[in-house]
Protein backbone atom coordinates (compact mmCIF):
# COMPACT_ATOMS: atom_id res chain seq x y z
CA UNK A 1 0.00 0.00 0.00
CA UNK A 2 1.38 3.62 -0.52
CA UNK A 3 1.93 6.16 1.71
CA UNK A 4 -0.42 9.04 1.10
CA UNK A 5 0.68 12.74 1.58
CA UNK A 6 -1.28 16.12 2.12
CA UNK A 7 -0.64 19.51 1.95
CA UNK A 8 1.73 20.93 4.52
CA UNK A 9 0.95 23.83 6.72
CA UNK A 10 3.43 26.10 8.57
CA UNK A 11 2.36 26.47 12.33
CA UNK A 12 3.52 28.27 14.67
CA UNK A 13 4.89 25.79 17.33
CA UNK A 14 2.38 25.46 20.55
CA UNK A 15 4.59 23.24 22.26
CA UNK A 16 8.20 21.94 21.56
CA UNK A 17 8.55 18.99 19.45
CA UNK A 18 11.08 17.20 17.93
CA UNK A 19 12.00 17.09 13.93
CA UNK A 20 11.46 13.86 12.32
CA UNK A 21 14.71 14.96 10.06
CA UNK A 22 17.24 15.72 11.77
CA UNK A 23 15.97 14.34 15.55
CA UNK A 24 16.53 18.29 17.24
CA UNK A 25 14.07 20.08 18.99
CA UNK A 26 11.60 22.32 17.34
CA UNK A 27 11.00 25.60 19.86
CA UNK A 28 7.67 25.99 20.69
CA UNK A 29 7.00 29.45 19.25
CA UNK A 30 9.30 28.26 15.85
CA UNK A 31 7.59 28.53 12.73
CA UNK A 32 7.99 25.06 11.05
CA UNK A 33 6.54 22.60 8.58
CA UNK A 34 3.72 20.23 9.85
CA UNK A 35 3.45 17.54 6.86
CA UNK A 36 -0.12 15.33 7.37
CA UNK A 37 0.30 12.21 5.89
CA UNK A 38 -0.81 8.34 6.39
CA UNK A 39 1.75 5.75 6.85
CA UNK A 40 0.45 2.54 7.20
CA UNK A 41 -2.74 3.54 7.33
CA UNK A 42 -2.13 5.13 9.74
CA UNK A 43 -3.00 9.36 9.78
CA UNK A 44 0.03 10.85 11.33
CA UNK A 45 2.10 14.21 11.24
CA UNK A 46 5.92 14.83 10.79
CA UNK A 47 7.03 18.04 11.92
CA UNK A 48 10.17 19.48 10.47
CA UNK A 49 12.44 22.37 10.39
CA UNK A 50 12.96 24.30 7.48
CA UNK A 51 16.11 23.94 6.61
CA UNK A 52 15.14 20.41 7.17
CA UNK A 53 11.99 20.27 5.02
CA UNK A 54 14.33 22.22 2.01
CA UNK A 55 16.20 19.18 2.54
CA UNK A 56 13.85 16.90 1.57
CA UNK A 57 12.70 18.99 -1.40
CA UNK A 58 15.96 19.07 -2.60
CA UNK A 59 15.90 14.98 -2.02
CA UNK A 60 12.94 14.53 -3.99
CA UNK A 61 14.29 16.56 -6.61
CA UNK A 62 17.91 15.69 -7.31
CA UNK A 63 18.04 12.06 -6.02
CA UNK A 64 14.73 11.18 -7.88
CA UNK A 65 14.01 8.49 -5.29
CA UNK A 66 11.61 5.55 -5.57
CA UNK A 67 8.66 5.30 -3.78
CA UNK A 68 9.85 3.10 -1.14
CA UNK A 69 12.89 5.15 -1.04
CA UNK A 70 10.54 8.27 0.10
CA UNK A 71 11.43 8.22 3.78
CA UNK A 72 13.14 10.59 6.20
CA UNK A 73 16.21 8.06 7.04
CA UNK A 74 16.70 8.14 2.86
CA UNK A 75 16.99 11.72 3.30
CA UNK A 76 19.48 11.71 5.89
CA UNK A 77 21.52 9.60 3.89
CA UNK A 78 21.33 10.98 0.98
CA UNK A 79 21.94 14.52 2.56
CA UNK A 80 25.07 12.68 4.34
CA UNK A 81 26.62 11.61 0.86
CA UNK A 82 26.08 14.85 -0.91
CA UNK A 83 27.82 16.94 2.28
CA UNK A 84 25.12 18.51 3.15
CA UNK A 85 24.70 17.48 6.50
CA UNK A 86 23.31 19.00 9.09
CA UNK A 87 20.97 21.23 7.40
CA UNK A 88 21.26 24.97 7.62
CA UNK A 89 19.74 26.25 10.68
CA UNK A 90 16.87 28.52 9.98
CA UNK A 91 16.04 30.63 13.18
CA UNK A 92 12.52 30.85 14.01
CA UNK A 93 10.40 34.45 13.58
ZN1 LIG B 1 15.39 19.44 11.68
Aim: glycine content about 4%.
Amino acid sequence: MSDHFFAREYPKARKQYRCDLCAKVILKGEKHCRMPMVLDGTRQASRLHSGCEALCDRYQSEADPMDDENDFESVHEWAVDQDLWPPEEVPGE
